[in-house]
């Protein structure tokens, strides 16, 4: 059956030089190459009726036919290149020339579907064609979003379907089977709580979609959460809700999309851990430094929480605090104060004594103030 792609490989030469082609030797050719991949069809048929399954014969004539394709899709870029004589016709001979071996190549693939390599690179022709599906199903997709969220999400997607991507990482029949389901379902998904990131992202971790943009992705939105945290206790208990939703998702086929990296799941499951690993260091750590009295859990003071915010606040106010977010210095506060009122202050309370108009506190803020004057100036 080699000699089948000798006569392939055959036609393909004589088209050289492509002044000498004329159309009528160009239909001829195309035509003897029509008849010749029916040809290969019936005989790998008949070798399997007689011989049994011979995987190695359809991957000889699946990476033969591949390589050919990729061959004849440089001389078309070559020729476009170089503004060759006859390139318009040399093209379009060329391109239906590869049409036919896609042709050979599905026929191949849907009768010998157990030995045909899905991960092996798909013909340019497939590819191009692939591409423009998926991009029309995301542009479905695009038009459903509506947040940055979304969009951010979106754009991991566009750059993976972009043709020039799926050349990049050798796209196969796999490849671009995954991506058109993965569309698919996320344009079917319906999401009643209303928070369609969450929805998009779980089915993308469902189905395995293990690209490092992605993963980065997700890791980012997690750092995200945990920074958002008022206190430790909450990032813990945001972290252990992450990684319990993770948990609960069930990939839907066990194959990941890019087969040489780990599964998505397991490795946002494992970055969770590290994370939850890091904040149970970071509290050792702290307990230990307290235990040999290397810092104080937190400083006692004689204001109240209206006393203590307003002092805070004046300190902001002339310049000596220079954070900028009161989020965060009403968060420093609460983590490292006690007042004579409480040991721990609630943070709405603080925020509330901040922000009021009135002048509780006031008193007692310019007594200490006057304190600080009088012996500074007995200094100077």
């Not at 036919?65 to 070559?78: P, T």
């Not at 991507?165 to 999401?191: Q, Y």
Request: hydrophobic share 40%.
């Amino acid at each position: 059956m080699d000699d089948e792609l000798g006569n392939i490989y055959s036609l393909y030469q004589s088209v050289n030089p492509i002044a000498d082609l004329s159309e009528e030797k160009a239909k001829r050719i195309l035509e003897d190459l029509e008849i010749i991949s029916a040809r290969i069809i019936d005989q790998l048929h008949l070798s399997e009726a007689l011989n049994g399954n011979n995987p190695s014969v359809i991957a000889r004539y699946q990476r033969s036919l591949c390589i050919l394709d990729d061959s004849i899709w440089e001389e078309i870029e070559n020729a476009s290149t170089l503004k060759e004589k006859h390139t318009e016709f040399k093209q379009q001979f060329l391109k239906k020339f590869s049409g036919v071996l896609l042709k050979l190549t599905r026929e191949i693939r849907k009768f010998f579907p157990e030995n045909f390599d899905e991960r092996y690179p798909a013909p340019m022709l497939h590819l191009q064609s692939e591409a423009r599906h998926l991009d029309k199903k995301l542009a479905k997709l695009s038009s459903q979003a509506v947040s940055d969220a979304e969009n951010e999400l979106l754009s991991i997607l566009e750059t993976t379907i972009s043709l020039s991507n799926l050349r990049s990482i050798k796209a196969g029949f796999f490849h671009l089977g995954f991506l058109a389901d993965l569309l698919g379902a996320m344009n079917a998904a319906e999401d009643s709580s209303g928070n369609k990131t969450q929805r998009w992202k779980n089915l993308m971790i469902e189905y395995g979609f293990n690209s490092p943009a992605f993963y980065s992705y997700c890791c980012m939105e997690i750092i995200k959460k945990r920074d958002n945290c008022q206190d430790i206790i909450e990032s813990y208990s945001e972290l252990y809700w992450i990684k319990k939703r993770l948990q609960q998702l069930v990939p839907w086929n066990g194959m990941p999309f890019h087969k040489a990296l780990p599964d998505i799941k397991i490795s946002l499951l494992n970055f969770v851990d590290a994370e939850i690993s890091h904040l149970q260091s970071l509290e050792k750590i702290g307990g230990d430094l307290a235990g040999y009295g290397q810092i104080n859990e937190n400083f006692r003071v004689s204001f109240s929480v209206k006393e203590l915010a307003y002092f805070i606040h004046l300190q902001v106010e002339c310049g000596i605090i220079l954070e900028e977010k009161p989020k965060k210095i009403h968060q420093y506060v609460i983590g490292h104060y006690s007042t004579r009122e409480t040991e721990k202050i609630s943070e709405k309370s603080f925020k509330n004594a901040y922000y009021a108009k009135g002048s509780d506190g006031v008193k007692k803020v310019i007594e200490k103030l006057s304190q600080m004057l009088a012996r500074a100036q007995a200094l100077s």
